[in-house]
């Protein structure tokens, strides 16, 4: 009985909604977000996402950055980091979105290689010294 309960379940489950994302996680359109109140160095941010997940989170639109912001509000925290490095400014996860959103004179720093998003100011981004310890997004789903 328990089988064929589990069964059904399952049955059930599978035709109706299979949810995109891990539990705990949350989704935007078609991607999976998670915000790790951790707060670490961006590198270990990094490594972290990509042992665990995909990688740290590439953010590609306003409405992406609005629903981050979000849950940087949420959880009291001030900024977190999120997948872009001065690289040429490229996303970590490979992503070629060019949506960026940039605080006035940021990105300032030669010393601060590592961006943040930040929820004061409109979400806006600031770069920040990698070894700063913050909380941060990873994200998995379609790359
Ligand atoms: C960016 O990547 C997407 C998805 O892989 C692709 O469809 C698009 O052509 C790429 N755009 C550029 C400018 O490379
Ligand atoms: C960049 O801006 C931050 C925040 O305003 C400031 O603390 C830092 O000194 C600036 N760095 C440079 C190189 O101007
Ligand atoms: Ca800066």
Same mark, same amino acid.
């Given at each position: 009985?328990?089988?064929?309960?589990?069964?059904?379940?399952?049955? +059930?489950?599978?035709?109706?909604?299979?949810?995109?994302?891990?539990?705990?996680?949350?989704?935007?359109?078609?991607?999976?977000?998670?915000?790790?109140?951790?707060?670490?160095? /961006?590198?270990? $941010?990094?490594?972290?996402?990509?042992? *665990? *997940?995909?990688?740290?989170?590439? +953010?590609?639109?306003?409405?992406?950055?609005?629903?981050?912001? %979000?849950?940087?509000?949420? $959880?009291?925290?001030?900024?977190? /980091?999120?997948?872009?490095?001065?690289?040429? /400014?490229?996303?970590?996860?490979?992503?070629?979105?060019?949506?960026?959103?940039?605080?006035?004179?940021?990105?300032? %720093?030669?010393?601060?290689?590592? $961006?943040? $998003?930040?929820?004061?100011?409109?979400?806006?981004?600031?770069?920040?010294?990698?070894?700063?310890?913050?909380?941060?997004?990873?994200?998995?789903?379609?790359?």
């Amino acid at each position: 009985l328990p089988l064929t309960y589990g069964f059904i379940n399952l049955y +059930v489950f599978s035709l109706s909604t299979v949810p995109l994302c891990p539990t705990g996680w949350s989704e935007y359109g078609n991607r999976c977000f998670l915000f790790q109140s951790t707060e670490t160095d /961006w590198a270990t $941010a990094e490594s972290y996402c990509r042992q *665990h *997940h995909t990688d740290l989170a590439s +953010v590609r639109s306003m409405s992406e950055n609005e629903q981050m912001k %979000g849950l940087v509000q949420s $959880a009291g925290e001030i900024q977190a /980091w999120i997948g872009l490095y001065r690289n040429s /400014w490229m996303w970590v996860d490979g992503s070629n979105s060019s949506f960026r959103h940039w605080r006035a004179s940021e990105p300032n %720093g030669s010393e601060e290689n590592c $961006a943040t $998003a930040v929820h004061a100011d409109a979400g806006q981004w600031e770069d920040w010294p990698c070894s700063w310890k913050m909380p941060f997004f990873c994200n998995a789903g379609k790359p």
